[in-house]
């Protein structure tokens, strides 16, 4: 059944599930706040280096429109999916001041007589959608949550570089929900826009909003473990990190995914997810022992590697980085690795000489004694040392030119064995 649909917020996540629903069939209409951002939409002018989304875009049009209006959006959405940005707090809690913003101003005649379906994918504190963001909800339509008017709480576990593909083949579709009715409506929507068969775990929604924050937890106790392990091999010597982790990854109750001595993590979503468990423990009086373990490993994972690179190599000054970007696909920084240990071996002293397959660049407060290389031969040429922060798709012209100019290197990833 193809329905009507309103995206809210057009960002990172937002435009591809937009463009993903209206490829499905769907009628779908996207808002952002952004004028500039709606006039590139409407204008085809609008670019983006999220692999496949301006394919799926491109096939989308006659089922997508934009705007800047709310009324617009919403008047004859059968489903509104709301991904605006919940920023962390200065405790790591997550703030719902844009969501609840929204759903201030939402007309209420658009609700009468009529099922509509608001779905939070924002990533939200557990206990918001049963509280502040249903009262608010209830407020600006008059009629509470219930026959007519559901609520679902439904977060991507998505990764920038590679959204499309997770949207499309995800693990599992976590959904929490007020009714079965409003579960049923999401449900089968998000179904429309995957390739296979997908598992959708239907709860409560302070159910889901915990598994949301839990699931990412998780995956980075399990980075933090990995690196940890990773620097007793070091301090060790003569262990191969990568024949003890894969040991230990084959007992069935642990498994391989994630569990690799590497870099440390990074990204908008795994320190924000991690933090924001801490904050839910200790604001609960549960031990966050754990959560808060995860996220100090890893910040000595950054010191660990910055340390290592100046006792392998001594006074030698000019040190090749590979890799500013947090991952391969996508020119984002936030919480990147590759800045951190950036970061990290400026204040050692080092000259760095940057190369980023993303085009990504360091932060401007950090450029002072960095200099960017024109392409991969120039930054070994450049250099004295090579690091590589993850994994790159021009590796081979790398290794190929380290090898024929001789230069001793660090790869974290350990990717040519």
Known sequence: MNRNIAVIGLGKLGLPLASLFAHAGHNVTGYDMSKNLIHDLESNVFTSSEPDLMQILRNSRGRIRFCNEIDDATRDAEAIFVIVPTPSDLD????????????????????????????????????????????????????????????????????????????????MHLLGQSSAWAGDVIQEILSSVVTGPVPCQRMSLKEAELVKIAVNNFVTMK???????????????????????????????????????????????????????????????????????????????????????????????????????????????????????????????????VWDDENARLPANLNENVKYALNLASLVDDSDYVVITRPTRDLVSLMDQIRAQKRPYLDLWRQQK
């Open 92 to 171: 790591g809690s997550f703030s719902n001041k844009a969501v609840l913003n929204f759903l201030s101003n939402l007309n209420p005649t658009h609700f009468e007589n009529r099922r509509v379906v608001i779905d939070i994918v924002s990533t939200v504190m557990p206990g918001s959608c049963d509280g502040s963001i249903s009262q608010t909800i209830e407020e600006s339509l008059g009629q509470k949550i219930g026959s007519n008017v559901g609520l679902c709480y439904n977060p991507e576990f998505i990764a920038l570089g590679s959204v499309i593909k997770n949207m499309q083949e995800p693990d």
């Open 223 to 353: 980075i933090s473990y990995a690196n940890a392990l990773y620097q007793a091999s070091v301090l060790l010597g003569g262990v191969d990190i990568d024949t003890v982790t894969r040991a230990i990854g084959l007992d069935t109750r642990i498994g391989e995914k994630y569990l690799k001595g590497a870099a440390p993590y990074g990204g908008p979503c795994f320190p924000r997810d991690t933090r924001a468990l801490t904050a839910l423990y200790e604001r609960l009086g549960v031990p966050s022992d754990l959560s808060k373990a995860t996220e100090e490993i890893n910040k000595s994972h950054v010191t660990f590697v910055a340390k290592f690179v100046k006792e392998t190599i001594g006074k030698v000054q000019n040190v090749g980085l590979v890799g500013i970007s947090y991952k391969s696909g996508t020119p984002v920084i936030e919480e990147s690795p590759g800045v951190l240990i950036a970061q990290d071996l400026i204040a050692q002293g080092f000259n760095l000489i």
